[in-house]
């Protein structure tokens, strides 16, 4: 994965040069989503090419943007994890959703404690009846609540709310959305 930075001054956008990130395994893989919930750090998610779920994290100190290694989020067991949403509503906590090898959505929960990030292993979210749930973006208003969106087997779109109570996190099973009449359809943004 690589990573830019943008910074607004002066009226104009100027970006920084592409920086290579430090794959987890190998050279392969794709980042998909971030989330900055400061100015000073940003938390991005995606792929590696052993099919693992990764993060990795960058900090600004005096103007300078350093990224942390890709690293392995651990799966549920059926490899094949794709993580294609993040969002971190505090600067320790960070929520990323995406989809496992068995057709399941999944959802994993990045948390800042003693100098470390470290995150859950991926749970699979309750399905709707159906096989083949992909989430493909959260949004977290709250460091208690979470919405994802995504698609399912037939291709409906589906939501889930996550909530956070007494130390869990806990997901509502995938809900489809009715669709507009046609075929087929899915959700790609939680805004």
Not at 130 to 136: A, H, Q
Not at 163 to 171: E, F, K, L, P
Request: negative net charge; charged residues 10%.
């Amino acid at each position: 994965g690589v990573t830019t930075v943008g910074t607004y001054a002066s009226g104009a956008w100027s970006w920084s040069t592409d920086y290579a990130l430090i794959s987890a395994s190998n050279g392969l893989g794709y980042l998909n989503d971030v989330s900055c919930p400061s100015t000073t750090l940003c938390v991005a998610v995606g792929i590696d090419g052993a099919g693992n779920g990764v993060t990795t994290v960058g900090t600004d100190a005096s103007g300078t943007w350093r990224w942390s290694p890709e690293s392995p989020v651990a799966n549920d067991g059926t490899g094949g994890v794709y993580l294609s949403g993040v969002s971190c509503p505090s600067v320790t906590l960070c929520v990323a959703v995406g989809s496992d090898g068995a057709g399941e959505g999944v959802t994993t929960v990045g948390t800042y404690a003693s100098g470390a990030w470290s995150w859950s292993t991926e749970s699979p979210v309750a399905d709707n009846g159906t096989i083949g749930v992909s989430l493909g973006a959260v949004s977290c208003p709250s460091v208690t609540l979470c919405v994802a969106v995504g698609r399912d087997g037939p291709v409906h779109g589906v939501t889930t709310v996550g909530t956070y109570a007494s130390g869990i996190w806990s997901w509502s099973p995938a809900s489809q959305v009715a669709n507009d009449g046609t075929p087929a359809g899915g959700l790609l943004d939680a805004v």
